[in-house]
């Protein structure tokens, strides 16, 4: 997997929402495949005021401490300026500016990928002199020529 760091301005994002934990994904009471499931079904990235709708986030925020606690995964789109918030029913979440540690992960079944992405990235930063933020973590995906069986993302890690 490789990585690199960049900067990123503050983002809008709306979408479908679940609060989860890692433990919880990590067994039989994940949350998550039910709430790409929604994501789907939504029509999302046909409302107007989506901003490049080929490009799907899967968002980690208001994280309750750290990796180990709970938080909110928001699945869903960037939107191009305020009005688009009043034209949908969807959550609508904001993500400060900031420094990321971008991992691209390896082509393969998109499951697969993001599950070793994140192990690598737990464990990466157990020995990183890079320290998280907590403030908003996202998995880029561009469904642009998308084959989820031979897929590449991206994981947008917010450093200090």
Do not use: C
């Amino acid at each position: 997997m490789s990585t690199y760091i960049t900067q990123e301005q503050k983002l809008t994002l709306t979408g479908v929402t679940v609060r989860t934990t890692n433990a919880d994904e990590a067994g039989t009471a994940g949350r998550l495949p039910k709430l790409w499931e929604t994501y789907f079904q939504s029509k999302l990235s046909t409302l107007t005021g989506i901003r490049n709708p080929h490009y799907i986030y899967a968002l980690y925020t208001d994280y309750e401490s750290d990796a180990t606690g709970s938080y909110t995964t928001l699945i869903g789109h960037e939107i191009n300026d305020e009005r688009a918030r009043d034209d949908n029913n969807f959550e609508v979440v904001f993500i400060p500016e900031s420094k990321y540690l971008v991992f691209k992960t390896r082509k393969g079944p998109v499951y697969e990928v993001v599950a070793e992405a994140w192990q690598e990235i737990w464990d990466y930063f157990k020995e990183s002199a890079e320290v998280r933020t907590y403030t908003g973590d996202f998995e880029l995906y561009d469904t642009r020529n998308y084959d989820p069986a031979n897929t590449e993302i991206e994981i947008y890690i917010a450093i200090e």
